[in-house]
């Protein structure tokens, strides 16, 4: 999930502008079923992936990376089907844990994973599947747990079909961003923005991160990840934030919540001035203090 406001490259020309460091090394590693997994790497020390969320070719990363790597060597990825990595069909939440897995290993053979929204819920499936994961931390992975969500994330995933079905450009999009928050006034202004082409492109991508959510449920596996994990929201709730007014105020406490719970190793905590996309300067500190004990 992705508030609308943050398309791809958005966050490249933020960096660019405010003059943060380049990635010292552009490459790829080649996944189990032969897709080509595009990464960016910065920084020196410990290994550390970075795992974007909906709508995002790595993009919206890369301010993070720039502050994580005076600590670490980060590796950001743009997840498969998205920027310039491949997409192998058929699609399967199974490859891309193999692509996190090819990455780690290219990385040194273990790494610390930090993970926003939906790719959250991938880098919570690849810890339970095993993966050498040293300690990871997540950052609002929209689980639903009241009622009236659980019904609204069954509608979007019933009409993902319908919707790709149609091969009318912009269909997905316009079903994810009803679903989770965006009224007719936020899609319009989206549908008229200079980044609307950008999102269309990887739209297809959507049924990939609901895939790695499930039914939105917080899943049974949660309780066989034995990594310390951290569970992050932002303090700036939801429905202060453009394009997500339509969710609760609680929605991402209440999910981070039940992840806390049922991860045996899990603490949660807050991040301060941070909304869906989160400020780099308040949750880098944050994350990287849990990294290093």
Not at 8 to 22: C, E, K, S
Not at 55 to 75: I, K, M, Y
Not at 148 to 172: D, H, K, T, Y
Not at 190 to 201: E, I, P, Q, R, T
């Amino acid at each position: 999930m992705a508030a609308w406001t943050a398309g791809p490259g958005r966050a490249l020309r933020v960096t660019t502008r405010l003059g943060w460091d380049i990635p010292e090394c552009m490459g790829q590693v080649t996944s189990k079923d032969g897709t080509t997994i595009a990464y960016e790497r910065q920084g020196s020390g410990p290994a550390l992936i970075l795992v974007g969320g909906g709508l995002d070719d790595g993009s919206e990363n890369v301010p993070l990376a720039a502050g994580f790597a005076t600590s670490f060597s980060v590796v950001n990825y743009a997840r498969r089907g998205r920027g310039d990595s491949g997409d192998t069909p058929p699609y399967a939440v199974e490859r891309e844990i193999e692509d996190l897995d090819a990455l780690i290993a290219a990385a040194g053979g273990s790494a610390h994973v930090f993970a926003v929204s939906s790719g959250g819920g991938l880098a919570l499936r690849a810890a339970a599947a095993g993966l050498a994961i040293d300690r990871l931390a997540v950052y609002e992975v929209p689980y639903a747990i009241s009622e009236e969500m659980r019904q609204r994330s069954a509608q979007f995933v019933a009409g993902l079909g319908p919707a790709a079905a149609s091969e009318r450009p912009g269909a997905l999009l316009e079903l994810f961003m009803s679903s989770f928050g965006s009224s007719a006034e936020d899609i319009e202004q989206a549908k008229n923005s200079s980044f609307w082409g950008d999102l269309v492109a990887i739209e297809h991508t959507i049924a990939y991160d609901a895939a790695c959510m499930g039914d939105y449920r917080p899943p049974a596996f949660l309780a066989r990840i034995t990594q310390p994990t951290l569970v992050l929201t932002g303090a700036v709730p939801p429905d202060a934030q453009p394009g997500m007014g339509g969710l609760p105020a609680d929605f991402f406490m209440r999910a981070a919540e039940a992840i806390a719970i049922a991860v045996p190793r899990a603490q949660q905590a807050t991040v301060e001035d941070s909304g869906h996309v989160a400020d780099p300067q308040t949750l880098v500190p944050v994350v990287t203090a849990f990294f290093q004990r």
